[in-house]
Structures are given as structure tokens and as C-alpha cells.
């Protein structure tokens, strides 16, 4: 199946967003350009209000502050083939490398609860370290939506 995501080129600009999706647009603006999502779930239990967007066959999840009807945050899965992070299109393959890159180039890095937020990046990943493609992401996010001083993050191990 062909999506409407497929033909764009996702550039990350750390604390801006990724190719034509923006933190700080609202949810009309990410319909129009991805189309209607195929799963929208609400959660109100969490310290704000958000709404979790899925385009699953895109590999795209976009969570949305209510209160403010603003993107917060970007995850891209492995099925999306065209994530360019400073100037290279990401290979879901060859994460561990991408990953040995990260640490080396963000010393502002940190781990919790199986996540690694690279602060200087303005993204987190999951999985990279792994050889299991289907269990990796990487997310952009806006400021303030991590504090690099919660206890829950510990400075990184490097291997």
C-alpha cells in the first residue's frame, strides 16, 4: 500500500520537528499533510492531556498536547525508509552504528527506562542497540518534554 508519507523526506531539526511536521502544529495541520490516522487514542491519566495519533503503515506516531492542540512529539518506527538525521537517511539496520555516533557527538546524553535521550539532538531512541528491527524508534521532541534533571535519568553507560 502506498501512503502519502512515502514520498517525503523526514530531516530532523532538533527541538523543530522532522521534514513537513512541525512540534507546535495542530492536529489539522498533520491531517492535511498525512491524511486521517488510522488509530487516535486520548490519554487524560498522564501529567498532560494528550492525544496519540498512528499512521502505522507510515511508521509515524504524533502525540499532541490537548490543551494546546500542539505536536510535542515525533516517533518514526523502522518501516519508514526516508528519516535523515544530520544529513544522513537513518538505516534501521545499522543502528548500532548510528547509535556509537550519538554518544560520541551528544555528551548531554542519558538512559531511562530502556530509552536514550540525546538532549543536544533534541530526540530519543529505542532499540538501537539491537538487531531487532521491529522494536526500534526514534522520537523528536519539543522542549520541555524531558528534563534532563529527573532523578529517572541517569547518565549514560558507555559500552
Known sequence: MQYASDSMLYAIVPYVGAGPLKLGMTQADAYVILGEPELAMKDADGPVESVTLYWEGSGIQLIFDVKNDSLVSISFYSNIK??????????????KELYNYLVKSDCTAKEALGITVFFEKGISVDGFETNYINSKSLTVFAHGQF????????????K
Request: no cysteine.
Open 82 to 95: 526516508n528519516v535523515e538525521l544530520d544529513g544522513a537517511i537513518i538505516n534501521w539496520n545499522k543502528t
Open 147 to 158: 528534563d534532563p534533571n529527573d532523578p529517572v535519568f541517569k547518565p549514560l553507560s558507555v
